[in-house]
């Protein structure tokens, strides 16, 4: 049976407007609007024109319904200078992320989710303090952002969306906690990125984004605490700083130098006149557009271990692609586009039996 609501969810992962793609299968706009709320279903020839146009099988047009991943659910940073079509082709990745993961937690027994609810907590910083503490983490950076997410239980996928004003976004479903990361982005920002949607998941679980710029601003507080704890920051860092060694102490807790600066100003470290200088000496140096000794960008060890272990089984992405009726393009979007070799992933080296950290189900 016709699934109206996987024909708006694949239009929207091509950014394709209704009038748009009209036009492309010669239908009315009205005929388009009337086939995405169920009005009537399309005939086999007029819904094999539309999954051409849309690249997407026939088949994935009359599968069961999928969770939503409503605009209300979800926190995004900045809805003022995203345009709507990459929200929506963001927000539709996340339908398809939701077909992959509960494809795998039928196979496999994923982490659980392990997070506080620090929803009461309006201090960002003892929120980040009390996460911390319940993980353990002690004062120490954190090597492996994702990694540590995963084993957390927070399912961490990838968007391959090629723009910037899009920089990643968070949801809960059910009792499992989403972050989406836009792949676009430098290495050390994806990984404040990552923290600061931490903050949304454990401080605004109840809220939404209904809080706006206010919520906005706590995340930003918890992700700098979290990933830039203060005791350390004192500990490594000297009194009298210059821009060249912010560069290289970066490198350390895994961020930017901006936001390192940034943490050292607002932690008293640098002075409100110093820290301006250095905005302008890193603005001069075109920090903004190409981050000084940058990382190595960090991967999902979840999803390599799991398609390490689904590889030595004979079975590939583009059997799992098959199988939920997707284009292959739209799982390894997801996937930080991980190309998986036999027996090895980032941590571990695979001789036998399920990955590290995995257990196959039944």
Known sequence: MFNPSRMVIARHRRRMSSKKLAEA?????????????????????????????????????????????????????????????????????????????????????????????????????????????????GEQPIKHMIKMLEAKGVRVFSLAENTRTLDAFSCWRGDTPYIFLNTAKSAERSRFDAAHELGHLVMHRHGGPQQGKSAEFEAQLFAASFLMPQSDIEAKIPRAITIDQVVVAKRRWGVSASALAYRLNKLGILSDWLYRGMVIEMDRRDYRTKEPNEMEREESVLWQKVFSDLWAKKITKDTIAKQLHVPIAEIENLIFGLIVRKGVNPEHRIENGPPPGLKLVG
Not at 51 to 56: D, I, P
Not at 57 to 62: I, K, R
Not at 106 to 114: G, I
């Open 25 to 137: 299968v010669g239908l009315t706009p009205v005929h388009v609007s009337r086939l995405e709320n169920g009005y009537h279903d399309p005939e086999e020839s007029t819904l094999a024109v539309i999954a051409k146009a849309l690249n997407f099988p026939v088949e994935f047009f009359h599968g069961d319904d999928i969770d939503p991943v409503t605009r209300e659910a979800v926190s995004f940073r900045s809805l003022t200078a995203m345009r709507a079509a990459d929200r929506d082709a963001a927000i539709a990745a996340g339908h398809i992320a939701y077909l992959l993961d509960d494809w795998t937690t039928a196979r496999y027994n994923l982490p659980s989710s392990d997070l506080i609810d620090a929803s009461q907590e309006r201090d960002p910083a003892r929120a980040s303090r009390w996460l911390r503490q319940h993980w353990g983490l």
